[in-house]
């Protein structure tokens, strides 16, 4: 397959209905919802690929590859996420708030959102030994550029650490909470040695890109089946 082949990276962030009171019901993806959307690229032959392989010239591709990621690291993912993806037989990349295994979303609680438990480590060990692969989110989900350099420098490089720490194997994949970056939050993930990094540049990525600057599809509850097949139809065409 050519450098420019376009590979949907698709960012899903909770799996379940919206609470009463949830600021962003958007980010919600109903059960029913998200196994049809497994059932849609299954039936139409795309084959799941982990993130780093989206940036190694050396791994060949699918004719039909996707990338399946979540951010947060959401209990709701284990309820719901996990065992759909297993019936299909696609991976996932979940990207983990390090500092906050088994807590909640302080994050979002902080500007009025509900509360929503997170993923314990283990919860995140059986999903790790079923397959899904697991990156990081920092520690506390703050917005990088506005911390101080070496507190955003911290925030990741840490957060990689915990990580590897605790499920003892290399954390190779970083997404910068809120999608916020800049070239200097850009040079400190390159330090920490993270092999990959998303955005939430809304496109399909290609290796031609940024390895650590890498676009996602974002899923959200209104996009019923027909829509979502026109998001990966849209952005397999488009240039970047």
Not at 21 to 42: I, M, N, T
Not at 144 to 172: H, K, V
Not at 184 to 194: I, K, L, N, T
Not at 232 to 238: D, G, K, P, T
Request: aromatic fraction near 10%.
């Amino acid at each position: 397959m050519s450098a420019e082949t376009p590979i949907p990276s698709l960012l899903y962030h909770k799996i379940g209905r919206p609470p009463r009171g949830a600021r962003v019901p958007g980010q919600y993806v109903s059960p029913g919802l998200f196994r049809r959307h497994l059932a849609y690229l299954k039936g139409h032959g795309y084959q799941g690929i982990s993130l780093p392989e989206v940036v190694r010239p050396d791994c060949p591709l699918p004719p039909l590859p996707v990338a399946i990621t979540f951010d947060d690291g959401y209990r709701c993912l284990y309820e719901e996420a996990f065992p759909a993806l297993a019936e299909v037989g696609f991976g996932a990349l979940v990207f983990l708030v390090a500092g906050a295994f088994g807590g909640a979303n302080t994050w979002e609680q902080a500007v009025g959102d509900v509360a929503e438990p997170l993923l314990d480590l283990g919860r995140i060990r059986e999903m790790q030994q079923a397959g899904i692969q697991f990156g990081s989110h920092t520690m506390g989900h703050p917005r990088l550029t506005e911390l101080p350099p070496d507190a955003a420098r911290r925030e990741i490089l840490e957060s990689r650490s915990r990580i590897e720490d605790l499920l003892q194997t290399p954390c190779r994949a970083f997404a910068y909470p809120y999608g916020d970056w800049d070239a200097p939050v850009r040079q400190f993930v390159a330090e920490a040695g993270y092999e990959v990094a998303c955005t939430t540049r809304r496109a399909a990525a290609r290796r031609t890109d940024d390895p650590l600057a890498l676009p996602r599809i974002n899923i959200r509850r209104y996009n019923v089946t027909a829509r979502f097949a026109h998001k990966l139809w849209r952005a397999r065409r488009a240039r970047p």
